[in-house]
């Protein structure tokens, strides 16, 4: 690892609290424990790392192991009962507030044909991203979108929501991604059904791609003033065109291949204020090199296999497995085939890191720019 002067100094309590237990010391904290207070030098060096320090940990989740729970809850429970039928994603660090790394939230849902889940709103800003079947719908604020696997849809803070599948649809999975622990964490979540259960569709199925999906022209006429992106639907295949272009005349990153974030159309920023989000394309045999930065991060395989070497470990991965890289984790990707593209979607709270000022990266230098495995 790059010296890094965060980290040069760990060993050393020079500077840093360092005070000795005393039966006296200790009954003088018992009086400050009573008042609901504490000395500082008892926890600063907890409370103040030099370096972020996970709770959260790499997991894999594997599609395969989880794919036939997740059917199963449809037999178990509707709809109408679970308001949405979720399997949620647990880190074993974070346990206390459902995440599945750092201060993100995520599960698998499923829906039959036919099935319709009542339309609400929240100050959790959420997204979902489409794993399998056919003729899945979410309508937001009266837009709605027709679902195809890796398509990716935002609902936004504030937007009424609701999910369905059509009756000649097949049973549909996808992902949901939310920044519930985040939000709860700042004490600021709010939650409302719709007065009606179900919203009526005020405008064309489809429409915000046809006003906002154009790449790289931005309409004059809409006068979108909201903090998220107007463009509700991500499609998967101009996503993947789109990185299959960039990769035949770009060398992409050495940390990420290609990357592409999603954007909001309307300012290029992120698709919204505390989610960001990106298709990233590793080449046939491509092996990223190592680095880390802060912030969270929870990636589908979209396409393709291969592994990731997350903190010095070796996790392999297929096609729909989600695993997470956890604040300031060490991490490199490989794709495993010599013939074919891999694909890793990804979710992350970069807006939150970036705007907070927060944002810190750095490379692994030595090893050849490699982990040595553990
Ligand atoms: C939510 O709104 C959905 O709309 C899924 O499908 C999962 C978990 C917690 C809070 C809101 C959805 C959710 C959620």
Known sequence: MEANRYDAYREDTAGRANVADSPERIAYYQDLARLETGALWTVANKIEPWAPRSASVPVVWRYQELRGHVLRSAELVSPEEAGRRVIYLNNPGRRDVA??????YSGLQVMRPGELASAHKHSHSALRFIMEGKGAFTVVDGHKMTLGANDFVLTPNGTWHEHGVAEDGTTCIWQDGLDIPLVNAFEAGFYAVHPDLNQTVTHPVDDTSALWGSAALRPQT?????PYSPLFKYEWEPTYEALRRHARVSAGSPYDGILMEYVNPATGGPVMPTIGASMQ?????EHTKAHRHTGSFLYQVAKGSGFSVIDG????WTERDIFCVPSWAVHEHANLSSSDDACLFCFNDLPVMRSLALYREEAVKDNDGHQQLI
């Open 99 to 104: 995440a599945a790394v750092g201060w993100l």
């Open 222 to 226: 809409t006068g979108w003033t909201k």
């Open 281 to 285: 394309l590793l080449r046939p045999g």
């Open 313 to 316: 470990k070796r996790y392999d």
